[in-house]
């Protein structure tokens, strides 16, 4: 009864759904697996990665477009969640390569034997080869599967309750969650840090265990993976913000003081949306990262987040299918730009090499739909249906 | 010039009326053995008849024969300087420095100096220099003595202070002299005296004579020896590990070394028989444990040395006694010295303290720069503004393209500044007119707005100056560094930001407090509804705030650029510490901004001081401490009370 009224509310949901789902169907019939071949592995890849990205932008989009929260840290939770997983990558896959090259010994290996071949392996590029605190479940993927929602879950909490306590709200709250994002991207970015610094982890793309199956297949378990976690992140979150709840973060967001006035709690509330938020995009780093093999601090740049927020405000904040349709067009659209797709234009005394230029028309592209488009182009949808009725 | 050929001169004349008429040919005849092939203990034969001698001549010949250009003719047995090098052999005259003649290549056999010995000659050679009539060959012996000292500088030094005649040179030399005295004095009174007379010198090198002399070895008995002067008794467990302990017995060759684990599991590899090893199974030696017992049972078969077990090892360690002795065995000396270290020490200690304040001001006065544009646009209007880092990249660049039009350093920082806030203040303005105005109720957006600004402007300035790292040129007399003492120093460039910084804060202050611009933007700030009834132009004074503002990042931005690399990323570099600066300092007061960025400067100095090899970590555990810090006193240092607080 409660299910068919919350779907009854939201049709976009059921439309949602039903297109996710044909779109995945369609991309696995044509990719190499079934032998048609008409998309490569390497696009399902990129189409699987953008599906993540548009899991974590719907997460934005409920802790910014309707908590108004803008949080400027949730692409530093999707990579804690991606380095969580690629830590149980890399140590299991470089245990079964340990272990292999161990067998021809002689006498069998003793478990500290084993530990330090492996702790060389994965630290040898830092000059060092002992395993750091944070590496003590790495052995074990049930563990390092609960890190992934643990880390970005439990820093959100405990930064989230600091921050609504003490009432920092607005651009304050912000810049914070920028401070938090940068102070994480420099800590990783140390040798020392436990985690290869600079090299970041690599070699994700492997999945120990599967060793024997080819990439194009790995592809496609990973592009359906990624396509149900965001099918089952948006009817989670269009449910979190259709019911009651819903109505009061909206509430929070376009008049804090008031809706605490009326006697919610409204710290519990932010806090609840921040902190879920976070672990869905924990969840959609861990997703993206054994596609896109590697990980390093870089990816964590307090930039990366900002962008997070572009692709929202693009796309139309305040609506969860406008968030996907913003991560998926802006993400596919720059890959486009940058890998050289698009034609340069020549101007006959200069030639714009999007390469170049792509940063330049995106930016001020931006300034023009924050300032003339606030609805992003979700709005467009509005339109249509405002025409039609 | 004319001194060294004067000196050159005297030399020449005053030689034949000295004692001895001997020329250096007539010494080195009767030496011929030695100089064809020295050894390196006849060599100092040749040397101290050389230098007893005091020929002029002498040095050009040691340089020769140090450089393997001394010949000697098979048919006389006279020695020559090669001038030319062939077939045929052009020889000069070692006493008269002529060409005189030529042989055959065939007719000469050449000295052969070896390793050793030539630098025996060096030496030598130094002492001459140290009283060569050429300031820069003078200059360059003391270098020599000072880069590695030894006893046998000290009486040619102190025999050459008497003739010095320049006051620099002099000073050094009587340094060095104090320094060798101290090592290297025959009487034991003569290095304790040297010893305190060091005693204020806060200089590196003394503090190494100084270490040198209370250089400690490591040293393990069953009793401490008598006459050993013993630095300190190590306690076992304290002072080092029990292991540690163990290991020097072993290399004092007092106790047997102990079987590391690469060797037991050699040896059990080696001992395989029948698929076991030691009565253990091979395929169960994959713990320490098995591989300990499998071990054992060889040692007690007599087939490998027996381990040491963990009982014996705590005994010979208890047995032994682990101490430091000094190198220098006069307990006098020693004390003496560790007493001036402790003071040299002590006041080194402050000095660092003062140099690393001074550099924490320097910190906080390039944030103060940075951030002082933003305590305007985003402290007293309330405006967000992502692209202030981009401004301060725009005046930096402004003062690349200046100097690649205006060569003269000095004028062009001059032209740089004004124009750079003209340029910037004029980009400021355009943005709030276009883009800020239309966004004054909605600030998360304008934050939005101003970072696609910001992301275009940098990839604009990439686009067009490419990516690599331009370089702003400080004019000459800003290079260089007032030095106070060994230790305490600070470069021109960084007084030369302070003091803009300072100029920057009144200049503020007094537009803010003292004019009506400032009573305007003051009086819009607190309540623009009331402002416009009193006549005044908000929307006007908004745009010249923000003008302001950025103006003053252009202006930082030169300062910055000064003293760091001009690149495409220098605004992103400073945006977020800004913003914290101003935020920590309280919003809404220049006051503030100061105190804002005197906190971050000296707490990022200081987190470096206590983890100098790490400035990521210090930049990690800084935003850390602001994150909380926020948390006690969100309003900032500075909090504005009554009606200026209200929101």
Known sequence: MMQRSFLAQNPSVLWFISILAVFTVIVTLLSEVTGVDMISTSFVKTLGKTLCLCLVAIAMDVVWGYCGILSLGHFAFFGIGGYAIGMWLMYARTEGIVLESLAGQPIPATP????????????????SSDFPMIWAFADNLFLQLLMVVLVPGTLALVFGWLAFRSRVTGVYLSILTQAMTLALALYLFQNDSGLRGNNGLSGLQNIPGYEGVSQATLSIVFFIASAVALGAGYVFFAWIVSGKMGSVVKGIRDNEARVRFLGYHVESYKLFIFTTTAVVAGIAGALYYPQAGIINPGEIAPIASIYLAVWVAI??????????????????????????GAPNINLGFYVIQWTDWWLVLLGFSFVVVTLFFPKGIGGLFDMLVRKQS | MLRRYILALVLLFAQPIG????????????????????????????????VASGLPQAVPFLEAWRDREIVQRESDGLFFAVAEDGDTVALRDLDTNEVQTTAPDTALTEARPNGGVRRAIGDAL????LSDPDIEKRQAAVNAIARSMDASQLAPLQASIEAESDAALLAQKERLVGMLNASFADSTQDRIAAIEALSGDLSVDVRAVMNTILATSAHVALTVPDGANVAQILDVGTDLTPAEAYDRLVAAELAPPLVPKSAIREALIANISDGSVGGVAVAELNTDAARETAYDALAAAGSVEPRVTTQAQADAVAAHIFYLSYDEPDPSITDVTRTALTAIETKVGLSQTVDLGLDALSLASIYFLAAIGLAITFGVMGVINMAHGEFIMMGAYTGFVVQQFVP?????????LPLAFAITFGAGVAMERLVI???????????????????????????????QARPLTSPEWLDGALVFNDVIAISYIRIAIFVLALIFLALILYVLKRTRLGLEVRAVTQNPGMAASMGINPDRINMLTFGLGSGIAGIAGVAIGLYAKVT?????DYIVQSFMTVVVGGVGNVWGTLAGASLIGFLQKGIEWLNPSNTLAAQTYMILFIILFIQFRPKGIVALKGRAAAD
Request: proline letters at 2%.
């Open chain 2, 19 to 50: 004692a001895n008429a001997q020329t250096l040919q007539d010494i080195l005849q009767t030496h011929q053995e030695e100089v064809l092939k020295p050894g390196r203990r006849t060599v100092g034969v040749v040397l101290d008849d050389l």
């Open chain 2, 126 to 129: 130094v002492q001459f220099q």
């Open chain 1, 112 to 127: 500290a034997e084993i530990s330090d071949a492996i702790g060389n392996q994965i630290f040898g590029v830092v000059g």
């Open chain 1, 315 to 340: 796309g139309g904040r305040g609506r969860l299918y406008g968030a996907v349709i913003g991560a998926a067009f802006v993400s596919l659209l720059s890959s486009w730009f940058t890998g050289g």
């Open chain 2, 568 to 572: 495409s990323e220098m605004g992103a």
């Open chain 2, 437 to 467: 105005r239309h966004l004054y109720h909605r600030p998360l957006e304008t934050l939005l707005a101003t970072f696609g600004i910001s992301i275009a402007l940098q990839q604009l300035a990439k686009n067009i100056f490419g990516t």
């Open chain 2, 408 to 416: 003269d350093y000095t004028l062009s920082i001059i032209i740089a």
